[in-house]
């Protein structure tokens, strides 16, 4: 045991003092606030938002894993937690993920609109004038950072700027931003949501002044986020089921997830061409099976008995595994 510490401690001691590490000047970036824009050449490119980390475990996984700004996904440590999203599409659909033209942004993440404000500013500054195939994806209010886009397109009157394609993972809905969606900006948005997910939800709009100022007058403000926007044509809504149970907040953003998401996009692209998503106000349902098998569309009533709740999944699975054990 006191070998170990021994270890740890002579570890900790001489990683400052490797000033020339890549560790240490990424580190050091950081810590500065020294914005790194890209740069993102024209053609295919996706570029991922990281959410709010306002907690000490968030602070300390985004610190580690990129600087602040834009950075190419192939320069970061592929073991670093979040640079595996980046490695997972990249296995799962190599033509359109590939890791040379697959970004992070990473901001301040704190839990207030201008935080965000800022964040969409600085990102839409790097990209505005990019020409070529973009995708944005996006994790919880990360989501509304690239929603911003729409708005500073507007003011800059810059018609040219598209995003073909965001996919938002688990989207805080608010009144505040929730009208950008249907910016013409962007011609294809999908966005993935659990039930079971109380941090989507749990961002309390009503107690901000912002709610009430980008919002026309008398309108309700709902305490809580939502989890889901007004339907329109070009807006596929799913809520994600993970072996007949509904994960939570990160584990939306685990490989289990993330390896499926060209599959799901497109199913649901295939599924809209043939107005599935319209005659159901844009919301459906898919379920991910274990053992690799493919995911497929299901309804209400065939979750019917067959539901597992998230408190009580993996209690049930272990009685199942143990029925289903040889004698």
Same mark, same amino acid.
């Given at each position: 045991?006191?070998?170990?510490?021994?270890?740890?401690?002579?570890?900790?001691? !001489?990683?400052?003092?490797?000033?020339?590490?890549?560790?240490?000047?990424?580190?050091?970036?950081?810590?500065?606030?020294?914005?790194?824009?890209?740069?993102?050449?024209?053609?295919?490119?996706?570029?991922?938002?990281?959410?709010?980390?306002?907690?000490?475990?968030?602070?300390?996984?985004?610190?580690?894993?990129?600087?602040?700004?834009?950075?190419?996904?192939?320069?970061?440590?592929?073991?670093?937690?979040?640079?595996?999203?980046?490695?997972?599409?990249?296995?799962?659909?190599?033509?359109?993920?590939?890791?040379?033209?697959?970004?992070?942004?990473?901001?301040?993440?704190?839990?207030?609109?201008?935080?965000?404000?800022?964040?969409?500013?600085? !990102?839409?500054?790097?990209?505005?004038?990019?020409?070529?195939?973009?995708?944005? #994806?996006?994790?919880?209010?990360?989501?509304?950072?690239?929603?911003?886009?729409? +708005? !500073?397109?507007?003011?800059?009157?810059?018609? +040219?700027?598209?995003?073909?394609?965001?996919? #938002?993972?688990?989207?805080?809905?608010?009144?505040?931003?929730?009208?950008?969606?249907?910016?013409?900006?962007?011609?294809?948005?999908?966005?993935?949501?659990?039930?079971?997910?109380?941090?989507?939800?749990?961002?309390?709009?009503?107690?901000?002044?912002?709610?009430?100022?980008?919002?026309?007058?008398?309108?309700?403000?709902?305490? !809580?986020?939502?989890?889901?926007?007004?339907?329109?044509?070009?807006?596929?809504?799913?809520?994600?089921?993970?072996?007949?149970?509904?994960?939570?907040?990160?584990?939306? #953003?685990?490989?289990?997830?993330?390896?499926?998401?060209?599959?799901?996009?497109? #199913?649901?692209?295939?599924?809209?061409?043939?107005?599935?998503?319209?005659?159901?106000?844009?919301?459906?349902?898919?379920?991910?099976?274990?053992?690799?098998?493919?995911?497929?569309?299901?309804?209400?009533?065939?979750?019917?008995?067959?539901?597992?709740?998230? +408190?009580?999944?993996?209690?049930?699975?272990?009685?199942?595994?143990?029925?289903?054990?040889?004698?």
């Amino acid at each position: 045991m006191y070998a170990r510490l021994l270890t740890v401690c002579i570890i900790t001691l !001489l990683i400052p003092s490797c000033k020339q590490s890549n560790y240490y000047n990424k580190r050091k970036l950081y810590q500065r606030k020294v914005f790194l824009a890209g740069p993102v050449p024209d053609g295919r490119a996706t570029i991922f938002i990281h959410g709010t980390k306002e907690s000490i475990i968030s602070k300390l996984v985004h610190k580690l894993d990129y600087p602040y700004g834009v950075v190419q996904a192939s320069t970061i440590n592929s073991s670093s937690v979040l640079s595996r999203i980046a490695h997972t599409l990249a296995v799962a659909c190599p033509e359109e993920f590939a890791l040379d033209t697959f970004y992070f942004y990473g901001w301040h993440g704190r839990l207030n609109f201008p935080s965000r404000v800022h964040a969409a500013e600085r !990102l839409y500054n790097v990209i505005k004038n990019h020409k070529g195939h973009l995708t944005i #994806m996006a994790h919880s209010h990360g989501c509304s950072v690239a929603l911003y886009l729409a +708005s !500073l397109a507007e003011q800059d009157q810059n018609s +040219s700027f598209k995003v073909d394609r965001l996919i #938002m993972l688990a989207p805080p809905v608010q009144i505040a931003t929730k009208h950008l969606i249907h910016a013409p900006i962007f011609k294809e948005v999908y966005t993935f949501y659990s039930t079971s997910d109380f941090l989507q939800i749990g961002d309390p709009q009503g107690l901000y002044w912002e709610s009430y100022a980008y919002s026309p007058a008398n309108t309700k403000v709902p305490f !809580l986020s939502a989890r889901t926007f007004d339907p329109a044509p070009n807006i596929m809504q799913t809520r994600v089921l993970l072996d007949r149970h509904s994960p939570g907040h990160l584990g939306i #953003m685990l490989s289990r997830f993330i390896k499926h998401i060209p599959c799901l996009v497109q #199913m649901i692209h295939d599924r809209a061409l043939h107005g599935g998503y319209e005659t159901c106000r844009n919301l459906y349902t898919i379920n991910i099976p274990p053992c690799g098998l493919p995911p497929e569309f299901i309804h209400d009533r065939d979750l019917k008995g067959k539901y597992i709740p998230r +408190s009580s999944y993996y209690k049930t699975k272990r009685a199942l595994q143990k029925c289903e054990a040889p004698a």
